[in-house]
């Protein structure tokens, strides 16, 4: 008896399955269920029976993968603010690698400035090549989002109006070209140091960290040489590769974790991916410049007191100043009595700000020093449309 059930169900089963769906996704179902029963042969046959070409089956597959990517308004606002992030970003690495790092066919622009490049060359001896690269990366990021939003009939983001702002007089640097970013006049934030050290405290439950070089949060330093006056004493421009070298850790720690925030509030899954496709290049930036901002020489800046001191003797030192410590240690997340794991952080819910705080974080940096008030307006915008993305909207 219990097989005799069992073969009605499954003969109920397959009646169901040869009966022709009134839905409009009929043909698709078809298709799925041919492949199941009798292989590609089946589907050529069932497509010719049932007045189907196979090039009128790809028209409409094709079709259904346009209509698959609509983007909600939230997708394209998050695009468009990642867009904005990823432009400013490139103006910012354009005037380090016009000055520190390699400049060729990929990324053109300047000549070097040696005294600053050797410099640099103190934190590692590959820093011109890894500059370049991470600016080739960011012109990619930029030029590549701008791309797919107009490819889906949205406005990519156009900042060129932006550029006013003068940037380094060095020997080596592209004088007269006019900039989006300051970086000349920066107050560093380096908590992402002890940040990413600490065990027992995350920034999405509020909890705060010292920075590791206090005195960047004390003034506004140049982090490229500003005129060839800036070349000398020795201590002086190493004083400015020394914060380039620690700027670059803060910029890049930015992004690693504004795409898995931004990812939690977009809705096309094509969208996702691309967010989680670029997003980790950035953390890989931020690993590298982690890793070389650890090598800056302890010293004093005699033009202005700035203080880099050793990280790895008293009274910092331990844990949370090891300089080779470039990994995550693992810490709390989403809550208190999870186990701790290695993870990016912050990486604050959609909504929640994690955009206007990447904002608000590069402006008390001084990276906008000298822009116009409708810059911040439009900057300002861009972010609040994205944290107000919803999966869905």
């Keep these: 008896m219990e097989h005799n059930a069992q073969q009605a169900q499954k003969d109920k089963i397959m009646e169901q399955n040869v009966q022709p769906s009134k839905r409009p996704s009929s043909r698709r179902s078809f298709l799925r269920k041919g492949l199941v029963a009798g292989g590609a042969g089946t589907i050529g046959a069932a497509l010719v029976a049932n007045g189907f070409s196979l090039p009128a089956f790809a028209e ?91 490819s889906k009939g949205a406005n990519p983001v ?86 380039a070298g620690f700027h670059f850790g803060f910029i890049e720690q930015g992004g690693s974790s504004l795409y898995p925030t931004l990812a939690q509030g977009a809705t096309n899954l094509e969208v996702l991916r691309v967010l989680l496709s670029i997003g980790p290049v950035e953390t890989s930036h931020f690993q590298t410049w982690h890793d070389k901002a650890g090598n800056a020489p302890a010293l004093t800046d005699p033009t202005n007191g700035l203080v880099f001191p050793d990280l790895n003797a008293s009274p910092f030192g331990g844990e949370d100043f090891q300089t080779n410590l470039i990994m995550p240690e693992p810490t709390i997340f989403l809550s208190r009595s999870l186990p701790a794991v290695s993870i990016i952080r912050p990486t604050q819910i959609a909504g929640s700000g994690g955009a206007v705080a990447t904002v608000k974080a590069w402006t008390a940096d001084g990276l906008f020093i000298g822009q116009s008030p409708e810059f911040f307006t439009v900057l300002q915008q861009l972010a609040e449309q994205a944290d107000a993305a919803r999966r869905g909207f």
């Design 158 to 243: 156009d900042l060129d109006k932006f550029r006013t702002l003068k940037g380094s007089q060095a020997t080596g640097a592209q004088k007269s070209k006019k900039r989006l970013t300051n970086l000349m006049q920066l107050t560093v934030d380096t908590s992402w140091w002890t940040r990413y050290r600490s065990r027992t405290q995350n920034p999405d439950f509020g909890d705060t960290f010292p920075p590791a070089i206090p005195g960047l949060l004390k003034g506004q330093f140049p982090a490229i040489p500003r005129s060839d006056a800036d070349l000398a004493p020795a201590n002086h421009i190493q004083a400015i590769a020394n914060t």
């Design 60 to 150: 409409e597959r094709d079709r259904d993968k346009e209509r698959s990517a609509d983007l909600t308004s939230g997708d394209v606002a998050i695009l468009r603010f990642a867009a904005a992030i990823e432009i400013l970003e490139t103006d910012l690495w354009q005037q380090y690698n016009e000055l520190g790092g390699i400049q060729d066919s990929e990324v053109p622009g300047g000549s070097g400035s040696t005294p600053y490049i050797n410099g640099l060359l103190q934190l590692d001896g590959d820093m011109p090549q890894y500059i370049h690269d991470n600016t080739e990366d960011e012109i990619s990021h930029f030029t590549f989002l701008n791309a797919y939003l107009a």
